[in-house]
């Protein structure tokens, strides 16, 4: 795999087969991850798909993963384009996930902390509270409790008082329609632009968040902080004081704001995924019941060691439900300048889909990879550790950065869901009902019934 400019011995780019005028409409828009798989068993590591008249060359599969993270590919990819369409929106300057090279990785030494588990550390006990007071909200006992809308404001109470030092449930209902419309109509393509610009939920939902944004602007320039501890919304603020040129007043609204756009979504259809796949699979839930029920008996400050010492299991199960339930089946990006992937010529200017997480279903990296096996993870085995094939967040230099944070958030929230609550499924057959848009996860239909409080 070389970066060179030259056609001379590389081969032409297969083309998908597709549905007359449609594309890879019906595919993409059903289950991406197994389209973008069963395409690269019949065509190999790069093919080129049709989406609402849009050409993409996808490069597929363990190589276009370590592809991202080599210099290579960090020299041949951006993904500026891509977020054109949010910046427009918000009137801003740039975005973090649409900038390259050296701004982005200014602009991320800044926000770094903000979004890492260093935000955080010290205050698991507070991150467990605030989870405990969601469920006391959300999860009634003999109530039927809609997993990924209570989720999406536990979400939002978490990020907003650990990173931000503010929870604003009232804005919730506006985050989730913004990212809805301006993933589906401005990044991801899915749906066409006029969608977005008659509707006027979104036009209301857009003002609010902007108003949220403002306000949050206005309250550290007052003093009026809801928190004694340095937060991400310090960074952003002291970096526009002292760096004006990195962060215009221009992007305060969009990187105040961006937590709960990025976190909201993502973070609310993993813990969603989660509690459907290890309800489904008794034996696991009794042995995640097992580990937290020790865990917690102690009632002992909680440190990130302990945490990862004592709940393999619970890790394991949620390393697994993200094998299984990616958020983004394909990163996108465009040819920087021309270079040549697997032999195949790739074009500066060409709009292309890495599509990194279909390892997660191949038999070759993981043994029967339609199994949840929770143990995949633990030595020996430790199948994720094979070059390129476990990407849940992402590869190359935009990968994500609330990666760390993350995966502290989501062990203790499953933790305490599952120490708290006695669950099920609909019913014992009960099979999860998936949506696509704007980010593949369970359907907002699905619910589980709340049998109890276990402690």
């Given amino acids: 795999m070389n970066t060179i400019s030259e056609a001379e011995g590389t081969r032409p780019i297969p083309q998908v087969r597709e549905w007359p005028l449609l594309g890879s409409i019906p595919g993409m828009a059903s289950d991406p991850l197994r389209y973008l798989l069963k395409c690269h068993r019949q065509y190999g590591s790069v093919f080129k798909i049709h989406v609402l008249g849009n050409e993409y060359t996808v490069l597929a599969g363990a190589d276009a993963a370590n592809f991202m993270n080599s210099r290579e590919g960090k020299e041949c990819l951006r993904s500026r384009e891509f977020w054109e369409g949010l910046v427009k929106e918000y009137d801003a300057k740039s975005a973090l996930p649409g900038v390259d090279g050296e701004e982005h990785a200014e602009l991320r030494k800044v926000l770094r902390r903000g979004y890492s588990k260093e935000s955080i550390k010290g205050r698991y006990n ?3 509270e605030i989870t405990d007071r969601a469920i006391a909200r959300d999860w009634q006992p003999d109530s039927t409790v809609p997993v990924l809308e209570s989720f999406q404001f536990m979400v939002t109470d978490q990020l907003g008082i650990m990173i931000t030092g503010d929870a604003p449930l009232e804005y919730v209902a506006d985050i989730r329609i913004m990212i809805l419309y301006i993933l589906n109509c401005l990044v991801t393509r899915q749906r ?6 008659l509707n006027p939920r979104y036009r209301k939902a857009k003002q609010r968040v902007f108003e949220l944004g403002d306000q949050m602007k206005a309250d550290y320039l007052s003093g009026d902080r809801h928190t004694e501890h340095r937060t991400l919304v310090d960074d952003i603020m002291e970096t526009h004081r002292d760096n004006p040129a990195l962060m215009p007043a221009k992007n305060l609204r969009l990187h105040l704001t961006a937590p709960y756009v990025a976190g909201l979504d993502t973070v609310a259809n993993t813990t969603a995924a989660c509690v459907y796949t290890i309800l489904k699979h008794p034996e696991v839930h009794a042995r995640v019941q097992r580990e937290i029920d020790d865990f917690f008996a102690d009632g002992g400050p909680i440190e990130e060691a302990r945490l990862m010492q004592r709940l393999p299991a619970l890790n394991g199960a949620i390393m697994e439900t993200m094998r299984l339930y990616p958020i983004a089946p394909a990163q996108m990006r465009t040819a920087h300048k021309d270079f040549v992937f697997d032999g195949h010529q790739i074009r500066e200017g060409d709009t292309l889909y890495l599509a990194c997480t279909i390892t997660h279903l191949m038999e ?67 099979e999860l009902k998936t949506k696509t848009a704007p980010t593949p996860g369970p359907a907002r239909s699905f619910s589980v019934r709340v049998k109890g409080y276990r402690h």
């Fill in 126 to 128: 507070e991150l467990v």
């Fill in 192 to 197: 066409p632009e006029f969608l977005m610009r």
């Fill in 364 to 430: 070759e990296y993981f043994p029967h990879p339609e199994r949840f096996d929770i143990d995949r993870y633990a030595p020996p085995r430790e199948e994720h550790k094979q070059s390129g094939v476990y990407s849940p967040y992402g590869r190359g230099p935009h990968t994500c950065l609330g990666k760390s944070l993350a995966e502290i958030q989501l062990l203790l929230t499953m933790a305490r869901i599952f120490y708290k609550l006695d669950l099920a499924l609909p019913a014992p057959d009960y």
